[in-house]
């Protein structure tokens, strides 16, 4: 049971909350952390983990879980097939979670004000994800990096003592590509569950070519992010690193254009994006700690 309740979760993929926090906190210069910091960095994990449970638990109960081809890196954990039982756990878990954030953006809102919006932003999101946003493609596909980019990225930034606001908005907005990228790639082996219960995403709405064509758009703006703020003089040269792990999306849109959505025969493409999603903004970090 508990075991079950662990993997809907989805531990592997809480390593991105994580990552965000590590790279705002590297475009002020220092990894010094304050106890606002600290909590605001618990408050995002304790965030994914409440936006996951939610999903599994919905999908279960729609009935989607038994129905998409899953994959190491979509359609779900594949645990409440497994143990039924536990739905209702989840569910409890998934609300105890989302109260935790609530709790402590409501702490840190009374010395930042502005995190009332910030906060009440991204508990919409994590609420309407499943049922709502995922029936409204351009919604939907820039949700993700908003989250993680936009809403937490700037709460991490308002949190610390002697942010650099410039910075801080280019790692902002490579999150939001990267992670906007991440969940659009993940969605195409789960096409055909998806539109059969009722979600109406970009892949689904506008066709295989049209999510690859926003999947490269992305990519390649991604890139473009980096070298921009090596040009400016907000980054430092050392931050071009992290072209070197984005290189691996190529490998990944190649695939897409290859098999379309077929893209679950390719494992290894998934694999290569989620890699390149969380080590991208790793190697930026190092390169602004360097720098």
């Not at 989302?98 to 702490?107: C, D, P, T, Y």
């Not at 499943?130 to 029936?135: A, P, Q």
């Not at 902002?172 to 195409?188: G, T």
């Amino acid at each position: 049971m508990w075991m079950t309740i662990v993997k809907t979760a989805r531990p592997p993929f809480l390593l991105l909350p994580l990552v965000c926090v590590f790279l705002a906190l590297a475009t002020s210069g220092s990894l010094m952390c304050s106890a606002d910091v600290v909590l605001g960095a618990l408050g995002a994990l304790l965030a994914h983990i409440s936006v996951n449970m939610l999903n599994e638990y919905q999908d279960f109960t729609s009935g989607l879980d038994l129905a998409t081809q899953r994959t190491p890196f979509s359609g779900g954990s594949g645990a409440l097939p497994a143990r039924s039982e536990a739905a209702p756990w989840v569910l409890r878990f998934a609300v105890i979670a989302l109260v935790l954030v609530i709790s402590i953006g409501a702490f840190l809102a009374q010395q930042v004000p502005l995190l009332w919006w910030l906060g009440g932003a991204g508990v919409l999101l994590i609420v309407a994800y499943s049922r709502v946003i995922n029936r409204f493609p351009w919604l939907c596909l820039i949700a993700p990096g908003t989250g993680f980019g936009l809403l937490l990225m700037t709460g991490m930034g308002l949190l610390q003592a002697e942010p650099n606001w410039p910075s801080l908005a280019f790692a902002a907005v490579l999150v939001f590509f990267l992670v906007n990228n991440l969940l659009l790639a993940n969605q195409f082996p789960d096409r055909e569950a998806d539109a059969a219960h009722g979600r109406r995403h970009m892949l689904i709405h506008y066709g295989v070519s049209a999510a690859i064509r926003a999947y490269s758009t992305m990519m390649f703006l991604a890139a473009g992010v980096i070298v921009l703020a090596v040009m400016t003089g907000v980054w430092s040269q050392w931050t071009l690193l992290a072209l070197l792990p984005w290189t691996l999306t190529l490998r990944t849109v190649t695939s897409m254009h290859e098999l379309g959505e077929h893209l679950a025969e390719r494992p290894d493409a998934l694999a290569l994006n989620v890699v390149a999603t969380l080590a991208t903004p790793v190697v930026a970090a190092l390169g602004l700690l360097i720098g």
